[in-house]
């Protein structure tokens, strides 16, 4: 009887013990199957215009990534352009600062030369005036003058200089026009601030001279 209870009961054991394994391999079975039922109703439940419209956003993505990539390199492209152009316009300016002090320098060397004493100092400064420091000594005199001719013009040719000479050498005096070189740039000077250059310069030779007798004058008186 006891070998009988002691079967009977390890049998109930071992149904008890298949009954729960074949428990567990259904429900991972069924949590298998309602996993994938589950994605089903999911994808089901997302409309199409949603897909279309996720798929045509990356579209759009790709278009505006090729659009940037596009643009940077147009402005890339510009940029080396527009630094090839500063690079030239930099060279130039440097060029022309060079000429700057090329002329200030000659400009300056030029102002030393007046005013004009004698004859042998208006020889020599004709014979040394030529087309390459012509524009030097014509902005000397315009520096001298300071655009005011008549008062100014003693700092070009001296006063003893004027009593000895006017422009066509009238009244005995020496003529201005024979050192062709000399004559040309000091109207060309005057004439960046006059209408009539000669004209200015005829009314400057005769200040000049007034002034001279206007001097004499008063020595003697005192």
Known sequence: MN?????TVLLAFTLSVFGAVSGVRQKSKMSKVETAGKLRRMNAGIPQSFVDSFNNSCNKCNNIEK?????????TELVEKQNTVIIDILAEHTVLLEKLSQKEKGTNSAILKFPIK????IAK????IN?????CYISAIQYLLQGQVKKNFEKVLSRQFCLEYNIGGIANKK???DFGNVYTVLKKA?????????????????????RHFRQVSFNKVT
Do not use: H, M, P
Request: hydrophobic share 40%; aromatic share 2%.
């Open 190 to 210: 005057i004439g960046k601030t006059a209408v009539d250059a000669e004209a200015e310069i005829r009314k400057a030779f005769q200040v000049v001279k007034k």
């Open 118 to 121: 004698t004859d042998a100092d």
């Open 125 to 128: 400064l004709d014979a040394d």
């Open 131 to 135: 087309d390459n420091n012509r524009v």
């Open 67 to 75: 659009l940037l990539t596009d643009k940077i390199s147009e402005l």
């Open 175 to 177: 003529r201005l026009k």
């Open 3 to 7: 070998s009988l209870r002691n079967i």
